[in-house]
């Protein structure tokens, strides 16, 4: 079964690896990387544009969205898989050295937005079955109920919305 960061969860009797992948030790990640850059909901948390910067996006999503807002499994499950695409994106095609993550709620929707100093504005494909790569835009364009690009003077942010009944 696979997790919140879409990693296989272990099997077997090898106890090391069961405590490595725990909710409880995903969740001790996810405080770290509170502690470390701040907290999304706050205020911008800058990230470097690095590939294992969409693992620390996904675990201050994870605290967010499962301790702040108390959001469903399922809910939670889908919204830190677009902050990974959103985050995906921008490492992958804008160029920039440092990006911003930012986290809002207003009754009934949370909202996610990337800032980055890109003007390059994100094209949704057709993906096909087989495909391996460039789906990122297409999975928010699915789960979220909506999103969008903001221009700015120096760049954009690209955000998404969801609704949200359960809370």
């Known amino acids: ?6 990693i296989e969860q272990p099997r077997g009797g090898d106890r090391a690896a069961a405590a490595r992948w725990s909710p409880a030790v995903a969740d001790e990640r996810g405080l770290q990387a509170l ?14 544009s690095r590939p294992e910067s969409a693992a620390t996006a996904r675990r201050l999503a994870q605290v967010v969205v499962l301790r702040h807002w108390g959001l469903s499994p399922q809910l939670a499950e889908d919204a830190v898989l677009l ?16 990006f911003g993550l930012r986290m809002k709620t207003r009754r009934g929707w949370i909202r996610v937005e990337v800032r980055d100093p890109s003007r390059g504005l994100p094209c949704l494909m057709p993906v096909a079955e087989t495909d ?6 297409f999975l928010v364009d699915r789960l979220a109920d909506r999103w969008g690009v903001d221009l700015l003077p120096r760049g954009k942010t690209t955000w998404f919305e969801m609704r949200v009944t359960d809370r």
């Open 1 to 6: 079964m696979a997790g919140l960061d879409g």
């Open 35 to 48: 502690e470390l850059f701040g907290n999304p909901i706050d205020a911008e948390v800058p990230l470097p």
């Open 83 to 98: 902050v990974s695409e959103l985050v995906g994106n921008a490492v992958r095609h804008t160029g920039a050295r440092v």
């Open 132 to 137: 391996l790569s460039g789906r990122g835009l």
